[in-house]
């Protein structure tokens, strides 16, 4: 049978990853000198916390090579086929350091890296789909392509509060980041080919609610989508949000996810977003 590995930053629901088998590789998150294993020594809560107070702004980094070599070299002997799927390619050189651990194990096992070009709940949603896949009996081959249809159908558009992170990640000149602060300009985002894209400015929150719930109600058939905030506790704007979406879209879930300590590195603390997989009719 396939085994699916994936990375920290994908979000999946509490024990979702050991009933399917589903492999985790941590990213790592800095503080200054201090490195902290992505969901194993530091949580998001724990992050967020550590983020208030610390006079820093904290990075991330890839797993070292290692890293993956030990999950490969554990799963090869169980099975001649992996699927390792992860974060976008543009956020993190992830998939770069992946592709290089998997290279030694050529001939022995198949291992094929997946670059999601999404992360949080679009990579949970890609790496669930392919551990089910495999669970059905699929080959790889299958599961690459089902996964291939599945990636254009995922979108994540976010707005930021602080443009400081996405000016040091290089998303925008430190000219906008002034610029954009003095005039209060909240800046409207999407992952688009992997990338995070300037979308729109909004100026007000209550704009920033309009237009995620534009966005949202323009997609004839959603499969599944999750409001995208640092903290799983509703806010005014959440709740607002959903309102507004449950009048449209009665049979719809919108459940409240955290973003991890890997985006929040790009994106800063504070942020409210939506995800929307859009099923394939």
Known sequence: ????????????????????????????????????????????????????????????????????????????????????????????????????????????????????????LGLGILATAAAKAAAQGKSLGEIVRLLRGMIPHIYIVFSVETLDYLERGGYIGRAQAILGSMLGIKPLLIIEDGEIVPLEKVRTRSRVIDKLFEFVVEFPHIEQMAILQKSPVATEDTLLLIERLEMVLPEMEFPIITYGPVLATHIGPNTMGVIVYEGMV
């Open 1 to 120: 049978m396939v085994k699916v590995v994936t990375d920290s930053t994908a979000y999946l629901e509490p024990g979702v990853a050991e009933e399917l088998g589903i492999s985790i590789v941590p990213l790592n998150i800095h503080f200054g000198d201090e490195v902290l294993r992505d969901g194993i020594d530091i949580t998001a809560a724990e992050f967020f916390r550590r983020l208030d107070r610390s006079p820093e702004m904290p990075t991330s980094s890839p797993p070292s090579r290692s890293t993956f070599e030990k999950v490969y070299n554990e799963l090869s002997k169980t099975t001649e086929e992996i699927i390792s799927i992860h974060i976008s390619s543009k956020l993190s050189q992830t998939c770069a350091v992946a592709n290089a651990a998997a290279a030694p194990f050529l001939g022995r096992c198949n291992i094929t890296v997946i670059d999601s070009l999404t992360t949080s």
